[in-house]
């Protein structure tokens, strides 16, 4: 379903071990249509079979959105409590600890948007649900690990760039990154944690 301007906005609620399916397709087809403006061939195509895919972690937790449209996911992103900061990387794997919210940030994981809904909002509602829901677990500061296609998304919310870092993908492949973080506003009291379904 292509956008229609005019239309309703698209429901934002948190994602079900169900929607893993749509959520995947959906990382898949945003990775393959938008990361060639900044990463080459090969490393495009591994990006969709290392980075694009559901980390089931994240749907058990209950800390990941989707945003539907005429009943189809057009952008899916969260947050987590967890150690780990992003898919794609040997070293992250398995790791699952809680993290402590008075000493450590929480992470921004996974954020796709289909091309067709891109430069609408969407990956913008999507940090404000995960800010908003850190904080209520008490968490001051997020942390993310960006592709080079999210880093103006992040920065335009107001993250900093930390470092430039090189990840290798578990197929030998180099890809360019940026680590970012930046604090969690304070709750206002017209402007609390939003309340999903």
């Not at 399916?21 to 195509?45: H, N, W």
């Not at 509602?125 to 998304?153: H, K, N, W, Y």
Request: net charge negative.
């Amino acid at each position: 379903m292509e956008h229609v301007p005019g239309s309703p906005p698209p429901l934002l609620r948190v994602a079900r071990p169900a929607d893993a399916p749509a959520i995947d397709e959906l990382m898949k087809a945003s990775t393959r249509e938008i990361f060639p403006a900044f990463y080459d061939e090969v490393q495009t195509a591994s990006a969709v079979v290392h980075i694009a895919h559901v980390d089931p972690m994240l749907l058990e937790d209950g800390t990941y959105f989707v945003l539907e449209a005429g009943g189809e996911v057009v952008g899916c992103g969260g947050w987590s409590r967890r150690d780990k900061l992003f898919s794609g990387e040997a070293a992250q794997e398995g790791l699952a600890r809680l993290l402590d919210p008075s000493t450590e940030p929480a992470r921004v994981r996974a954020m796709f948007v289909r091309r067709d809904w891109t430069r609408r909002g969407l990956g913008t509602r999507i940090l404000q649900a995960c800010e908003d829901a850190a904080r209520s677990e008490g968490f001051d500061r997020l942390a993310l690990m960006a592709t080079l296609p999210g880093v103006l998304l992040y920065e335009r919310y107001g993250f900093a760039r930390l470092r430039e870092v090189t990840i290798t993908m578990p197929d030998g492949i180099d890809l360019a990154c940026v680590e970012m973080d930046r604090p969690i506003e304070p709750a206002t009291g017209t402007n609390g944690p939003a309340t999903l379904p």
